[in-house]
């Protein structure tokens, strides 16, 4: 699956003292999203566990466009816009399923690690092989477009 997408209903432990979406939920959604998109590729937690290596985040940037509120109905979109020999670059879409309105763009510098060191590690050519790049954001936009 090059492009993963998940439905997140805003409920009320996901809204801050503002009336919104806390910014936290928003990372906490790219974690799940990206251990989501490994799992469905054949790379869930156990599996890195049982190869010693797994992924830190080096970097997240995010950048909000508007407020989700409770009750909204959110589509989450993740896909791998870079693989290098020891990390990858993970982007992410959030948009409000009813308006098709764009509320975050974020992305993720991963750091793939030997776990025992904490040092970083080459990927396995199984794991380079499990994600297809999406490299052109249009790709991602029809899915926004429906």
């Known amino acids: 699956m090059r492009i993963f997408t998940q439905e997140i209903i805003v409920a009320p432990q996901h809204i801050d003292i503002q009336n919104r ?11 799940d ?8 590729q054949g790379w869930g937690v156990e599996r890195y566990d049982a190869e010693g290596h797994g992924w830190v985040v080096r970097q997240h940037t995010i950048t909000y466009k508007r407020p989700a509120l409770a009750g909204d109905v959110i589509t989450a979109a993740t896909w791998v816009a870079e693989l290098a020999s020891r990390q990858s670059l993970r982007r992410y879409l959030f948009w409000r399923a ?4 764009v509320l975050a763009e974020a992305a993720t510098v991963w750091i ?11 990927l ?13 954001d249009k790709e991602v936009l029809q899915f926004l477009q429906g």
Request: net charge negative; hydrophobic share 40%.
């Open 21 to 31: 979406v806390s910014n936290l939920c928003y990372v906490q959604w790219m974690q």
């Open 112 to 122: 793939y690690i030997d776990m025992a060191t904490g040092r970083p590690s080459r």
């Open 98 to 101: 009813a308006d098709r309105s």
């Open 124 to 136: 396995p050519a199984s794991l380079q092989s499990a994600f297809e790049v999406v490299e052109d």
């Open 33 to 40: 999203l990206a251990i989501n998109h490994s799992t469905v």
